[in-house]
């Protein structure tokens, strides 16, 4: 960990780019997975060989590595399964997260030496529940999205024998903790093997719903109607305890967990500098006014947000977080791959780049120098002078900011 007295702040990595930006901009630990059984199909993953150059270069920043595990798979996957577990000790990971009883019972025999880390698939919500689990060798356990704060501090508080992660950021599900049918309902790909559409996150319409409670009958206690045009009516908002961070250090969990192994390198960076730099900023013992505030914590990840931000169900009354006046979110248009000649450094561009505009230079620490329009230049891959960069290309900027280096995003 980076300091004793601070979680361990483990954040996605659903393939290299994510992986190296989770360790540039502050992480501790990464979780990932393979290609298959991992619960997020959809993203690259790491096989094979590429598992242990992960782990190797993961390990050589001083991270550590968690493999995931944690489908609810059928028998017939399960040879499969086995041949996975039989070659974690090999790759080197730090530990297994996984799920189902047949899974972590076959990850005692097959490799032990391995650490358990109990997924939030297996939505652990009370103590009975942890000595189980604690009894059956697991060492760490994730707990249910759907607790509150005092819930979970009086299971930190009970279990110090016990390692307990926190989520605090991303999306959250419409049913308990992943165990969803809906995607396999509707388009016969199941969420627990980590196939999921998520078509809670569709648009629809032509809803109407009136209910009214039998007992008071003092009008309607849900009322929907759904005009002409589609809404994502069943999407839950994506979580946000950014401002809680003295708070929930306080209780004393073992890691903060930030959602997104399917989201891109640029998600990655922006989440986890700023969870890393709220978490600094709660270990110090007296305020630094030069230090961002909780409000600016929010607006940082109003960046990254595709859904509105709330506690979930962190606090008994919900905080959704409100968009501040004037805001513009300013997407990620480039990372940054290796110097090209003086002054200037190769590029992937990642949306529409205009050179007339300002650009921000994202740094750890919540760092943002601008690169002001007329004092920067832009190249294509045929080294043409350009006024935009398209996404999916490759170019060269030119500027005189010191900062830069191999890895760090661009908003513009």
């Not at 780049?353 to 920067?376: E, K, Q, S």
């Amino acid at each position: 960990m980076t300091d004793f007295s601070l979680p361990e702040l483990l954040a996605p990595a659903g393939g290299r780019e994510q992986l190296e930006a989770a360790v540039l901009y502050g992480a501790d630990a990464v979780y990932l997975g393979g290609s298959a059984l991992s619960l997020r199909a959809k993203c690259q993953g790491f096989d094979g060989p590429e598992l242990e150059q992960a782990v190797r270069y993961a390990h050589t920043a001083g991270v550590r590595v968690y493999y995931c595990l944690n489908a609810l798979p059928f028998d017939e996957h399960m040879p499969f399964v086995e041949r996975q577990l039989e070659a974690l000790p090999e790759l080197g990971v730090d530990g297994l997260i996984a799920a189902d009883p047949g899974v972590i019972r076959l990850a005692r025999r097959l490799c032990p030496s391995i650490e358990l880390h109990l997924s939030t698939q297996a939505h652990s919500v009370n103590a009975s529940a942890v000595e189980f689990w604690q009894e059956f060798g697991v060492t760490r356990i994730n707990l249910a999205r759907e607790l509150g704060r005092e819930a979970m501090e009086r299971l930190i508080r009970r279990f110090p024998g016990m390692e307990f992660e926190v989520f605090v950021h991303g999306a959250m599900c419409l049913s308990l903790s992943g165990h969803c049918l809906l995607s396999a309902w509707a388009n016969q790909r199941a969420a627990n093997l980590g196939l999921c559409t998520q078509p809670c996150r569709f648009e629809y319409r032509g809803l109407t719903l009136t209910v009214e409670e039998a007992l008071r009958r003092d009008g309607p206690f849900l009322d929907i109607t759904q005009g002409e045009d589609f809404s994502a009516i069943w999407a839950p908002m994506d979580l946000c305890l950014v401002r809680w961070m003295k708070d929930i250090t306080a209780m004393g969990p073992a890691a903060l967990k930030l959602e997104g192994r399917t989201k891109s390198g640029g998600y990655v960076a922006q989440v986890t500098d700023v969870y890393r730099t709220a978490m600094a900023r709660a270990a110090q013992l007296k305020d630094d006014a030069s230090a961002p505030t909780e409000e600016d914590f929010v607006t940082e990840l109003f960046h990254t947000a595709s859904r509105p931000l709330c506690s979930g169900f962190f606090l008994p009354e919900r905080r959704v977080e409100t968009v501040p006046e004037g805001f513009r979110p300013r997407p990620v248009v480039a990372r940054v791959v290796a110097p090209s000649g003086q002054d200037g450094w190769q590029i992937q561009v990642r949306s529409p780049w205009h050179a007339g505009d300002d650009a921000a230079i994202l740094l750890p620490g919540m760092r943002r120098p601008v690169l002001r329009a007329g004092r920067y230049t832009l190249e294509n891959h045929r080294g043409e002078k350009v006024d935009r960069l398209n996404p999916g290309t490759t170019g060269v900027l030119y500027c005189e900011e010191e900062n830069l280096r191999a890895g760090l995003y661009i908003r513009a």
